[in-house]
């Protein structure tokens, strides 16, 4: 019963994304899906609408993981850190790409808030990245969450594809944070690089990251029971 990468696989958790800047809707998500969720992700939508109320409301409910993806100077970053914080922040993201000393001014400013690092989007594809000059995201990601983890970021944020080559530099102690999530037959979206929730936790995802699948369906709490149930009763390879 363990993952490619030998963690348990009942090890991964569930945030979900409530991606609204209708302060309404952001509360009777929080709390409808507060006893399904382990965590729920509060972003740049509600906090940019209403401000760090956003993240007290839902903190209400559920650990909250504030996804802002933050990426300035060192100082200016720190700042924000420490005011997500402050709101009830569980969780909070960086960019790595802003650097190990942005990474780090971060995890001073918010101890008690694991700092994850973002490394390449789920919305950004090779094609996209080589137009940017970039190399590809399997060399791009691993890169990033190595500095950020040497920075002292408690976990990284990279598509599933990238789940093992991040975990080879990371290690197990840090958290990896998979979104782009999408059930079986989901529409993609404006995601580009998606994986279904059995083939995330099965590369060894601690937390899966899923929004849209969830809180557009009729009935939200259902389809996060869903893609539980569909986690509980799908033999990974290891199994078979
Ligand atoms: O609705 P959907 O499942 O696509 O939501 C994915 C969530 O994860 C969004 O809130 C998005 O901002 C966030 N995210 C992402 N890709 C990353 C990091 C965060 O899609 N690399």
């Given amino acids: ?15 979900v994304a409530l991606d609204t800047a209708d302060e309404g809707r952001l509360v009777d998500l929080a709390a409808a899906l507060a006893g399904e969720a382990d965590v729920l ?11 760090p109320r956003a993240i007290r409301r839902v ?9 802002l993806k933050l990426h300035d100077i060192p100082n200016t970053v720190a700042g924000a850190a420490a005011a997500a914080a402050a ?11 802003g650097g190990a000393a942005m990474v780090a001014a971060a995890v001073a400013a918010a101890p008690a808030v694991d700092i994850l690092a973002v490394t390449v989007l789920t919305s950004v594809d090779d094609v996209l ?7 590809g995201a399997d060399v791009v990601a691993p890169r990033l969450a190595r500095h950020a983890v040497t920075a002292g970021a408690a976990g990284i944020v990279c598509a599933g594809h ?16 998979v979104p782009g999530i999408r059930p079986e037959g989901a529409a993609v979206q404006d ?26 369906a009729d009935d939200p709490v259902a389809a996060l029971r869903t893609v539980r149930t569909q986690l509980a009763a799908t033999p990974s390879a290891d199994e078979t």
């Fill in 129 to 135: 990245l080589a137009e940017l000059g970039m190399d």
């Fill in 162 to 177: 990238e789940v093992s080559t991040v975990r080879n530099v990371v290690g197990n102690a840090a958290l990896v944070v």
């Fill in 59 to 67: 903190a209400e409910h559920a650990p909250v993981f504030c996804d």
């Fill in 87 to 97: 709101a009830g922040a569980s969780m909070l993201t960086v960019h790595a790409a």
């Fill in 41 to 51: 992700k509060v972003g740049l939508q509600a906090v940019t609408a209403f401000g």
């Fill in 1 to 15: 019963m363990t993952t490619a990468v030998g963690r348990p696989r009942t090890a991964a958790r569930i945030a």
């Fill in 191 to 216: 995601q580009a690089r998606v994986m279904t929730p059995r083939a995330a936790v099965d590369a060894g995802a601690d937390l899966l990251v899923i929004g849209r699948p969830v809180t557009a």
